[in-house]
T-cell receptor, first 116, second 116 residues
Framework: AQTVTQSQPEMSVQEAETVTLSCTYD???????LFWYKQPPSRQMILVIR??????QNATENRFSVNFQKAAKSFSLKISDSQLGDAAMYFC?????????????FGKGTHLIIQP | GAVVSQHPSRVICKSGTSVKIECRSLDFQATTMFWYRQFPKKSLMLMAT?????????EQGVEKDKFLINHASLTLSTLTVTSAHPEDSSFYIC????????????FGPGTRLTVL
């Protein structure tokens, strides 16, 4: 069974600075997707970025980028120019892509605090 | 993006009663819907996968008779918590996958269930 580990329960960063959230995973599959979701106090899950395992190029979305190391099974999220609105819980998630529509396996989350 | 709604957003019930939670895809047809459970300050745990017109697939450890799932149409899935007890109190979140892309799950805003 696959597992997702987020070892940082909480991270704090000054506004406008850069922060990196860590995520490691374990799977025996070769075809999968990795995701970072943001959950603000409203509890609405928001997709931040996703990475297909077969792609070597790291995904980027504006201020958000990932460092995907497939051999090391590592998938970190870098947030540049942190803004107050980035404060939220961030969840790393995994989905096997070889079997059709599978659900997500989530890590325990990292609470990101933005200091003004 | 696609919109998923949940109703009700909050529900309080007495121990022993049953509660139904609806998950609707408002502007797309959802071939598959997922139900997750989130404890306070915890991660999301996949409970079951629901496909239109067929029986739901439950994750290991989830009681099928306790959590009844029905996916009667391509836009509606329901989760019924039967004979609810205080330990069933939690935040329940659904997500849906459309016909076009299995890899993007659209999340509902969640339902907070409190069992007294």
């Amino acid at each position: 069974a696959q597992t997702v580990t987020q070892s940082q329960p909480e991270m704090s960063v000054q506004e406008a600075e850069t922060v990196t959230l860590s995520c490691t995973y374990d799977t025996s599959e070769s075809d999968y997707y990795l995701f970072w979701y943001k959950q603000p106090p409203s509890r609405q899950m928001i997709l931040v970025i996703r990475q297909e395992a077969y792609k070597q190029q790291n995904a980027t979305e504006n201020r958000f980028s990932v460092n995907f190391q497939k051999a090391a099974k590592s998938f970190s999220l870098k947030i540049s120019d942190s803004q107050l609105g980035d404060a939220a819980m961030y969840f790393c998630a995994y989905r096997y892509s070889g079997g059709g529509a599978d659900g997500l396996t989530f890590g325990k989350g990292t609470h990101l605090i933005i200091q003004p | 993006g696609a919109v998923v709604s949940q109703h009700p957003s909050r529900v309080i019930c007495k121990s022993g009663t049953s509660v139904k939670i609806e998950c609707r895809s408002l502007d797309f047809q959802a071939t598959t819907m997922f139900w997750y459970r989130q404890f306070p300050k915890k991660s999301l745990m996949l409970m079951a996968t629901s496909n239109e017109g067929s029986k739901a697939t439950y994750e290991q450890g989830v009681e099928k008779d306790k959590f009844l799932i029905n996916h009667a149409s391509l836009t509606l899935s329901t989760l019924t918590v039967t004979s609810a007890h205080p330990e069933d109190s939690s935040f329940y979140i659904c997500s849906a996958i459309g016909l076009a892309d299995y890899n993007e799950q659209f999340f509902g805003p969640g339902t907070r269930l409190t069992v007294l």
